[in-house]
């Protein structure tokens, strides 16, 4: 495995696999890394030439100072991980090496109400920092295949549309998400969670698939938000939001549309920890 901290040696590793059109694979990740990474990092080993792992906290993407100082970084952990499910390359740039002063890393993409609801709603710019770093990082991995985790269905959604409006030539591939043997999400936020919080969050997806037999029953969405926000209100929890939305626009449904694709994405407060999660209801005719 070959770790790259500057742009100019990744891109002269991957040269020979560009000039013989051998597919590059490519996942993004702040590091603290789980077992949902290592499945993004199989997919792409199993369906590209060259996989590429990059571990960069970006500031751009955190609208509260202390989130950013608290998440959580383990390189030492990562890199042993990415080196036994064999990765071959790793990027870890510094701040400099993927915003240099001078350059002009913004991305000019409207996402309009794609970008407005949800995270887009509680943290504001948050998406405009996404798609400015991993603007940035497919310019110099420059990947035929992008491997991103439905967790985060939205980002993963709005890259996505990015990639389509810049006609980047890149596949945005969205993983399913990988679980605790309670339910809740993997997530690199966990860490930070107390072992009875990490007990308590399978209430999330519990409630997740509650939602789902809630809407097959016929109740509205309206009432299915109203239930499932009750429902995750726990002592030590603070649900956030709880949407039932139409996974090709991402905008909350007003009453049920058995033909189209049905999301259920939530956000929830463990103590000081933010967890979000989704489940697809309805992959839509
Ligand atoms: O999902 C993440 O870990 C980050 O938002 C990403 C895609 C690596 C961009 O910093």
């Not at 991402?250 to 049905?262: F, G, I, K, Y």
Request: glycine share 6%; aromatic share 8%; charged share 20%.
């Amino acid at each position: 495995m070959y770790l790259f901290k500057n742009v100019s040696g990744l891109r002269a590793f991957l040269e020979p696999f560009r000039t013989k059109n051998r597919a590059i694979g490519f996942v993004p990740t702040m590091g603290a890394l789980h077992e949902g990474h290592l499945s993004l990092i199989r997919e792409s080993l199993a369906a590209t030439h060259c996989t590429v792992c990059s571990i960069f906290v970006n500031p751009t993407q955190f609208n509260q100072q202390a989130d950013l100082e608290q998440y959580p970084r383990t390189p030492a952990k990562d890199l042993q991980m990415l080196y036994e499910v064999g990765c071959q390359a790793v990027f870890m740039p510094t701040v400099e090496a993927i915003y240099p002063p001078g350059l002009d890393t913004s991305v000019a993409v409207d996402f309009g109400q794609l970008a407005e609801g949800m995270e887009g709603r509680f943290r504001p710019g948050h998406f405009q920092g996404v798609a400015q770093v991993v603007k940035r990082l497919l310019d110099i991995v420059q990947p035929s295949h992008l491997y991103m985790g439905q967790k985060d269905y939205q980002q993963c959604f709005l890259v996505r549309h990015m990639a389509q409006a810049l006609a980047l030539p890149v596949e945005v591939v969205m993983s399913p998400t990988v679980r605790e043997a309670n339910g809740l999400a993997m997530s690199s936020r966990n860490a930070r969670l107390n072992p009875e919080q990490r007990k308590q969050a399978a209430i999330i997806y519990k409630t997740l698939q509650d939602a789902g037999a809630w809407i097959k029953q016929g109740l509205p969405p309206a009432e299915v938000q109203e239930k499932a926000l009750q429902q995750l209100t726990i002592p030590g929890f603070r649900p956030e939001y709880f949407e039932i939305i139409n996974g090709q626009t991402l905008q909350q449904l007003n009453e049920a549309q058995p033909d189209r694709m049905v999301v259920a994405c939530t956000a929830v407060w463990a103590g000081e920890v933010r967890l979000i999660d989704n489940l697809i209801l309805q992959t839509g005719s």
